[in-house]
């Protein structure tokens, strides 16, 4: 009697394949060959009779019928990835693979102590950490979870808020002997501004105060601007080269080691909202669940 599901290994090639964006990334994972894995899919579309990629020589493009079959094939194996892990989960330790997105901030000076502590409770459990200020697509590519910037309206996806993080306006020694200390919100155009430019909108980013009560969205000017990486505009600010708003996390440590020196405190008192993004409809692992308690917990 031939077996019946002989052809998972295909699927699974489909969906590293994707997941990974080329045959040559997702073989090197695989540790097989680009070829190897083109055939497995052209078997599976062989199979089920619908072409579930398109490819040409620069990119993979998932068609109607791939980018429905992805879904629910993603799902039938979360629901072996659950039989397998409640049978080996009898001893009480959690095993798994978590796939996990964080923008650059976060990743840098939020997360590292969470994950200890994650790491600490549940050692069998791997996490797969993609530090990027892009937004990933949690369904098409299949990561389980992601921290933002924001809430996103209407994307359908579960948003819990993980802090509201405070703003804060740094410049070092250096620069305020050289150029002074600026005393008012007016004062600013004078100095050397490090502005940040936003990726998705090429504008830049304003600077967000708070100016007798009420919330002041300022645009700063400089010579310098830096984009792709917030966090430039701090290192920046370090070496004397202007001044920038950043979060207090990221900077409090070097104000107390008197690297950076805040600036007109009197304007804080604005901040931004990270949230922790995940799919509604997917069953999410038992070391999901455990990571989201651990993150949200971790920022009360």
Known sequence: MARRFEYL??????IR???????TAAAVELATTPSVLSRALSRLEARLGQQLLQRTTRRLALTDAGRQYL???????????????DVQGSSGELVGRVRLSVPTTWGHHRLPPLLMRFRAQHPRVSVELHVSNRNVDLVAEGVDLAVRLGVPPDSGLVARTLEHAPLCLVASPGYLRQ?????SLEALQQHACLPFVMPRTGRIAPWAFVVDGKDVDWTPHGAVEVSDDVLGVVTLAGQGLGICQSYDFIVASRIDAGALVEVLPQLRGRHRVF???????RRQSAATRALIEVLVDGCR
Not at 9 to 14: G, L, M, P, W, Y
């Open 9 to 14: 290994a295909d699927v699974e090639v489909f």
């Open 17 to 23: 394949v994707v997941e990974r964006g080329s045959f």
């Open 71 to 85: 879904e629910q094939a993603r799902a039938a194996f979360a629901l072996l990835d659950d039989a397998e892990r």
């Open 179 to 183: 150029a002074g200390v600026p005393a």
């Open 275 to 281: 949230s922790l993004l995940y799919a509604p409809h």
